[in-house]
């Protein structure tokens, strides 16, 4: 449990300018079969080999405080084996 | 490291066999791999100047009030009220066509740092774009890229962008010309130099960390384009304006202390370049350790950490004792500051590793030394069949309406708009005059004046005539100036041109600066900075000659600013000038007809000054309404503009005696012309006002109703809804962006 | 009456707003350091535009964690009137000071034009000089300003009278082709439930002398002056 | 093959500056022992059930084209399963 692997993401029902103006933009190049394109964050945390506690807490309390802003947003968290 | 200095990798170095020859000379011994890229880098083109140099030096560049000109980090001009003018153009050509957002972004950051290093606020910055034709696959790309990278830094630093030019021509597909100017505002005894002075006084390292961006930036900006750049891609550095922002407010804090004696940012060839000038001007030498340059990765050697452009770095040489308040300073913005070494008597720049001298070389000698080249010049043979090519040729179009329409809402003549509303240019809340008219104009806080700031060059008509093309960018410059109420006092010139070791391009280059020469001279304005960039060109095609010129000008009392647009029903409107054009180099030319060719209407530079210093005198007086400078598309669509850049929209009745092409007298273009707007009762005025000065007005007709309607010899030529046409202007750009 | 000027690493419209209340409308002004925030004498408190810390993550994410907002909450709590303009709106958000969230404007661009805002609510802390003034017009610079937040607290906000501000046209008709940015409802300016707390988009500092655009700004400051006395 | 999760990260050494405002503000809450924080992108591409041809190939062409930024980027596809 050393790399924290963040994914956040807009919610559902969030528009997501980001992830409709890319999907036209692939459209317009020429890709047709598109469903749909969502664009979210990818947050890496490496945690020093000392750091104690429960790491995933000490994450998850991170992605609350700072890293995403739950009105908007959901996170999820992976740990790199 | 001690890499074996081979023929390969000197060549790979950029340095000439006679070039090697001098540094074995200069060191007496055989130099070390460091050593041989500190040479590269400071004798590249890009920093030495080598081929520009010696024409350079033939500009005029005093004036009394001239405080500081070329060699210094940017130009200084008095503007009275113990305020100076500091400013500069530099631009990010190369880096912006691999990678439009950082190359835009961190060209921003470089010109602001080279003017907050002089001590000055920065309050204004200008965007001189040109982009390759509209139907190249990349121009889209680069477009979008090069504007958000403006906005993303200069928005972030927050010091607004309030103005520019943006210019399609397939002349740029392979090299685009991304030129930036800065102008800041300091206290006239609080002006900082870049210099190395009193031996053991501290240098002390500021700002980021160095990692390995840009390794041999320097060298590709001055290296032709060709298939391999591709491969040179991790050469480009990323930007961090918050990192700039932070670094503005420690810099401008700390020079409040008397414990500054000298301050350069890190620009190209970073670590290296900025020591040795900060020595060079100050006749003394420079010693740092290795060991404590703050780094961002392990491993680094001291070629990489001496040849880094990281950005947001700045070296500073400190008043002995006081470098922890200084760099205690830094330290409450968040910014590391660290001593790295000191000054010397012995003219050395002397890096030491562990304990090791692992570079020495005499200061003097990398500067004095450097190579300056008189290279060939030929004027090019396929002018004369160029200028000799007879514009009355071309057919006449059916449909004047049409050719309006069309011709307004080009890419080239469309509104600007897009581009300025991504652009933050209304903070610091001194923007008079907003972008939208021929100049900005900037408050200066504390006084009744303003700075009046535009960048200008018409790259067709330097193509036709690099001449009349230099020293037409400058006097359109100083007429936009002129038309915004400043009075013009000095220009930066961003000369951007193809490859040197051609002589056609040497001609061009040495035409364009006898222009930039003759109209300075002429119209009071010395060079007081600027910067050269060569080699724009890919696969032996070279851009159009392209020396932007960025002009100040000082308005004495903000409230006679004057703008382009009409302001109301019933102004009358003026041609002011001789009404001197031709179609050759004309946007009309280019657009519906597909040419770039014929001899274009001279300058007359005497006419030039006279009818700007009646314009100003007319402005003083409070007569003039609106003031737009006639140039590109010629008369019409200059009268269009007028009708539909302000805030409201105005129709016009307008009648024109002329003999000619009718396409030519709506469409051609020429110097000194400008169209105004007055009240009816200031006519009189007016017209003796500008009679004294040698200088025809005509009289053009009245604005009110809902169309332009322009009849040409009593015959009615164009007739349109001024609406319709405000549309087209206005949908321009957004419509090629979508 | 004093004004204190939250000063975060990144803030970039402290001085123009120091400017306008200092040297526009002649009160007193003070640049409140994040890092050491001391809010003794201060009246009123203006949260000012900028990048702080670069927006980087979240336009205002990261200065809404800082020491200063400790104070800036307990000033709050106690009354006092705060406006947060720009990023300052977006740090009120961040640290829940008031309601919802900012995204990307609908176009993902930056945007600096002069906007006109329709005035929802004349009898607040923020709007009590506007008389029967129901139409501003305030510059907008901003590439966050796409306002947020669920259908519940959309209602109570429209219930509660604490929409402040709708960007508008001319004529004062809130619409979609009026809306800039994205922005929910055409909000520009929200209340907090006390009404003490206002959080804006468009830049009132920016207009207060009619030499650099009109002097609609002044409203607004000359309000919070009104409400303090 | 239907759902494409493209993680987009600044190439190694390339200064990634909201990485280390965000490590830098992490501190200040109190979180010691971090190492590093990097901040890339994360995108879900999603494909219409009749779109044919190579459905990696094609999403590492939209990557390259659009998606990320080649000179300062490089990208990761994973497919969903
Ligand atoms: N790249 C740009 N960035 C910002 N403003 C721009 C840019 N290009 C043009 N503008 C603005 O748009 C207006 C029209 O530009 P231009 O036609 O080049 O003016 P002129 O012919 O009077 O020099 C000017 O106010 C100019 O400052
Ligand atoms: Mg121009």
Redesign the interface.
Known sequence: MKKAKI????KEG??D???K??HK??ES?G??????????????????D???GDRDK?VRE?CQ???S?P??ENYEIEWEK | MNKEITKEVIAEHGLSESEYEMILSILGREPNFTELGIFSVMWSEHCSYKSSRKHLGTLPTKAPYVVHGPGENAGVVDIGDGFVAVFKMESHNHPSFIEPYEGAATGVGGILRDVFTMGARPVALLDSLRFGSPEHPRTKYLVDGVVSGISGYGNCVGVPTVGGEMFFNGSYDGNILVNVFCLGIAKKDKIFTGICEGVGNPVIYVGSKTGRDGIHGATMASGEFDEKSEEKRPTVQVGDPFTEKLLIEACLEAMKSDAILGIQDMGAAGLTSSSCEMAGRGGTGIEMNIDDIPRREEGMTAYELLLSESQERMLIVAKRGREEELINIYKKWGLEGVVVGKVTGDGLFRIVEKGETVVEIPVADISNKAPIYDRPSKRPAYLDALQNFDTDKVAEPKDYNQTLLKLIGSLNLGSKEWVYQQYDHTIRTDTVTLPGSDASVIRVKGTKKGIAITSDCNPRLCYLDPYMGGAMAVAEAARNIACSGGKPMAITDNLNFGNPEKPEVMWQMKEAIRGISDACVALGTPVVSGNVSLYNETNGIGIYPTPTIGAIGVVEDIKKCVTQYIKGEGELLFLIGSNKKSLAGSEYLSLIHGLEKGTISPLDLDTEKRLQTALLAAIDKEIIRSAHDCSEGGLAITIAESCMSGDKTFGAEVSIEDDGRIDNILFGEGQSRIIVSILDKDRNILEELFLANGIETSYLGKTGGVNLSIRVNNNQTISCPIEQIKKAWAEAIPSYMA | MKFGIVVFPGSNCDHDCYHAVKHVLGQEAAFIWHANPDLNGCDALIVPGGFSYGDY??AG??AA?SPALTEIKAFVKRGNPVIGICNGFQIL??SGIL???M??????RFICKDTFLRVENNNSKFTNKFNDKKLISLPIAHAEG?Y??DAEELKRLEGEGRVLFRYADKEGNVSNDTNPN?SLLNIAGILNKEGNALGMMPHPERSMESIVGNEDGRLIFESMIEAVS
Do not use: F
Not at chain 1, 7 to 10: A, E, F, K, R
Not at chain 1, 31 to 48: F, H
Not at chain 3, 103 to 108: A, Q, S
């Open positions: 994914h956040v993401m807009l969030v528009l300018p980001q992830g103006a890319a933009s692939l190049l890709y047709k079969g598109i469903e749909g394109v969502r664009i979210g964050k990818y947050i890496e945390v490496t945690l020093a000392d750091a104690d000490l991170m405080r700072l890293l802003n009105v908007i | 993550l979240r994410a990261m964690i958000l961040e309601p919802g969230a995204i990307r404007n609908k176009d993902l796409s947020y937040a994205g």
